[in-house]
């Protein structure tokens, strides 16, 4: 595992590429890191980092997290994340980062929750066709229809699809593109939408997968090189 960032997400936007396409993008605002602890192998048999996250008043805080940062002499954060990685020499206790971690990547993860439903119906959570409009159906055209079986199993098996609670679950993206990074105002532009309302905290890591594909920057330098290689045959 490597060390990621939390950001919150601010809303939706479009980019325009030199190629001229039109970009649906997710803003995201970063928050800083600051690392807490250094663990190492001897200590606990892993190595790992402890990271803080998201200002938050000394009022707010137990006394137990009271004591933890005035133990550690740094101000406190309301998210902490650890973080498991081969070699943590390159960290040290104070040390702050952001976005300049993901400098040589392309592509992202990203993990946050979705927008709740509140309790949904079988239609409206499954997509269930529901029951027929006419021909003696009274009263239960939304209904989920039967749930059961006869006297043997004599039960409803867990897990069956039936109305219930929606949405407010966590829920991760894969590979989504970086189209955009900027680092002095702590902003990553994302391609694609991303699970969650506006003010929803975000949490980003590198891509766990081996990605093969090209950007959109990168289709499109070769769509020219293409080009300009036909030209120079003829």
Same mark, same amino acid.
């Given at each position: 595992?490597?060390?990621? /960032?939390?950001?919150?997400?601010?809303?939706?936007?479009?980019?325009?590429?030199?190629?001229?396409?039109?970009?649906?993008?997710?803003?995201? @605002?970063? %928050?800083?890191?600051?690392?807490?602890?250094?663990?190492?192998?001897?200590?606990?048999?892993?190595?790992?980092?402890?990271?803080?996250?998201?200002?938050?008043?000394?009022?707010?805080?137990?006394?137990?997290?009271? #004591?933890?940062?005035?133990?550690?002499?740094? %101000?406190? &954060?309301?998210? /902490?994340?650890?973080?498991?990685?081969?070699? !943590?020499?390159?960290?040290?206790?104070? !040390?702050?980062?952001?976005?300049?971690?993901?400098?040589? &990547?392309?592509?992202?993860?990203?993990?946050?929750?979705?927008?709740?439903?509140?309790?949904?119906?079988?239609?409206?959570?499954?997509?269930?066709? #529901?029951?027929?409009?006419? +021909?003696?159906?009274?009263?239960? +055209?939304?209904? +989920?229809?039967?749930? *059961?079986? !006869?006297?043997?199993?004599?039960?409803?098996?867990?897990?069956?699809?039936?109305?219930?609670?929606?949405?407010?679950?966590?829920?991760?993206?894969?590979? /989504? %593109?970086?189209?955009?990074?900027?680092?002095?105002?702590?902003?990553?532009?994302?391609? *694609?939408?991303?699970?969650?309302?506006?003010?929803?905290?975000?949490?980003?890591?590198?891509?766990? @997968?081996?990605?093969?594909? &090209?950007?959109?920057?990168?289709?499109? %330098?070769?769509?020219? @090189? &293409?080009?300009?290689?036909?030209?120079?045959?003829?």
């Amino acid at each position: 595992m490597s060390i990621g /960032l939390l950001g919150t997400k601010i809303g939706m936007t479009r980019e325009f590429m030199k190629s001229g396409q039109s970009v649906p993008v997710t803003v995201i @605002k970063i %928050e800083k890191g600051r690392v807490l602890d250094v663990i190492s192998k001897d200590k606990r048999g892993y190595s790992a980092v402890k990271v803080g996250f998201c200002k938050i008043k000394n009022s707010k805080l137990t006394k137990q997290m009271k #004591g933890y940062f005035s133990k550690k002499k740094t %101000e406190p &954060k309301k998210i /902490l994340k650890e973080f498991r990685i081969e070699n !943590n020499d390159q960290f040290k206790e104070g !040390n702050e980062f952001g976005l300049e971690i993901f400098k040589d &990547k392309k592509f992202l993860d990203v993990r946050s929750r979705t927008i709740g439903k509140g309790f949904a119906g079988g239609m409206k959570r499954w997509n269930f066709s #529901g029951l027929r409009a006419s +021909h003696g159906v009274s009263v239960s +055209h939304r209904a +989920h229809g039967s749930t *059961g079986q !006869n006297q043997d199993p004599g039960k409803v098996f867990k897990g069956k699809k039936m109305a219930g609670h929606m949405g407010d679950k966590m829920r991760t993206m894969l590979n /989504l %593109e970086i189209i955009k990074s900027d680092i002095d105002n702590d902003l990553i532009y994302l391609r *694609g939408s991303i699970p969650g309302s506006k003010n929803t905290t975000v949490f980003l890591r590198e891509s766990v @997968k081996n990605i093969a594909r &090209k950007t959109i920057s990168e289709k499109y %330098e070769a769509k020219i @090189k &293409k080009a300009e290689s036909k030209k120079g045959k003829k």
